[in-house]
């Protein structure tokens, strides 16, 4: 059964940082192709960032050059570094394998302007 816990999300000033982490469990990450999504309201579930199991990243270009994916293998755990927050960024931020095999709670970034 898969588990996936989101944490590191909170209120923040445009142009600050944020790190999320994600902690699995009944899937190993580092095999996984994982990736951070989010839903802004009123919006679907759009995939912002992924890792391979070969450490591969890619990026959406709304995000680009700002976000940086990585993992922790030893602990089991995916992190979304997230530097010069815009508004636009707010939303419920979640991870999962691609493609999804199971969601969390997922975690709430708000960018105050």
């Known amino acids: 059964q898969v588990q996936l816990v989101e944490s590191g999300g909170g209120l923040v000033q445009a142009g600050g940082s944020l790190r999320l982490s994600c902690v699995a469990s009944?899937?190993?990450?580092?095999?996984?192709?994982m990736g951070w999504y989010r839903q802004a309201p009123g919006k679907q579930r759009e995939l912002v960032a992924r890792?391979?199991?070969?450490?591969?990243?890619n990026y959406a270009d709304s995000v680009k050059g700002r976000f940086t994916i990585s993992r922790d293998n030893t602990k089991n755990t995916v992190y979304l570094e997230m530097n010069s927050l815009k508004p636009e960024d707010t939303a419920v931020y979640y991870c999962?394998?691609?493609?999804?095999?199971?969601w969390g709670q997922g975690t709430q970034v708000t960018v105050s302007s």
């Open positions: 009944g899937i190993v990450v580092s095999i996984n192709v």
């Open positions: 890792i391979t199991s070969g450490r591969i990243t």
């Open positions: 999962s394998t691609i493609p999804p095999t199971g």
